[in-house]
């Protein structure tokens, strides 16, 4: 969940806790005290609308599933905000005589407050499960980020791998050049030894032929 949410939730909660208080304490009040409550308490329905349009404006700011369950939550707020402002109109519709104010004292500001703090307890579960919510999606977001770094150190692993056999097979080529080059010049050496046999031997049998030959002038002599 937004942190920024969270501020505007909080600030929100407090001044709907303080304008209910207000609420009930001006129901007792006349004549100029009770405008200057009214006064008080309109101020703070300003501040509070004020929020609920910064948290609105935040949670459609945010991914599709937060800002689903965030603006689940503001509806909640905003019917919160519609029943003081109804609070106020009822002070604020006119002096209302003693036995009037007593009667909506009784009945109507009861009944007003106590609905109120129904909502309050139903607004303060929603936010509960909203944040038991968010803890889960922050767990979900937390455990696909291990696995997506899992993820990457696997795949650098195998392209670390993959280089080392590439490395390997070049050099396995390598040796099989080296190895034909080695066999092409011995081949050239045996070649080179076959015909210097030959040489030699033809040269062996002309000193033999020559000394034959020579012995046989001189021995007819």
């Not at 407090?14 to 009770?34: F, H, R, V, Y």
């Not at 308490?41 to 404006?57: N, Q, T, V």
């Amino acid at each position: 969940m937004s942190e920024v949410f969270e501020g505007y939730e909080r600030q929100y909660c407090e001044i709907s806790a303080n304008l209910s208080k207000k609420c009930t304490s001006a129901a007792a009040l006349d004549g100029e005290q009770k405008k200057q409550k009214v006064s008080e308490i309109k101020s703070g329905l300003d501040e509070a609308e004020s929020l609920i349009r910064k948290m609105d404006l935040e949670a459609r700011s945010l991914p599709p599933n937060v800002k689903a369950v965030l603006l689940a939550k503001l509806r909640e707020y905003k019917s919160d905000l519609n029943n003081l402002k109804t609070e106020v109109k009822r002070l604020a519709s006119g002096n209302l005589n003693a036995s009037a104010r007593d009667e909506l004292l009784e009945s109507g500001m009861a009944d007003a407050l106590t609905a109120s703090n129904d909502q309050r307890s139903r607004l303060l579960f929603s936010t509960e499960r909203v944040n038991q919510s968010s803890d889960r999606i922050k767990e979900s977001r937390r455990t696909m980020l291990e696995t997506e770094e899992l993820g990457v150190s696997i795949l650098q692993d195998l392209s670390s791998q993959r280089q080392a056999l590439l490395h390997a097979n070049n050099t396995l080529h390598g040796v099989d050049d080296n190895i034909g080059k080695s066999k092409r010049v011995l081949t050239n050496m045996s070649r080179r030894i076959s015909r210097n046999k030959w040489i030699v031997g033809a040269i062996v049998a002309v000193l033999v032929i020559a000394i034959i030959l020579i012995l046989y002038f001189k021995l007819s002599k």
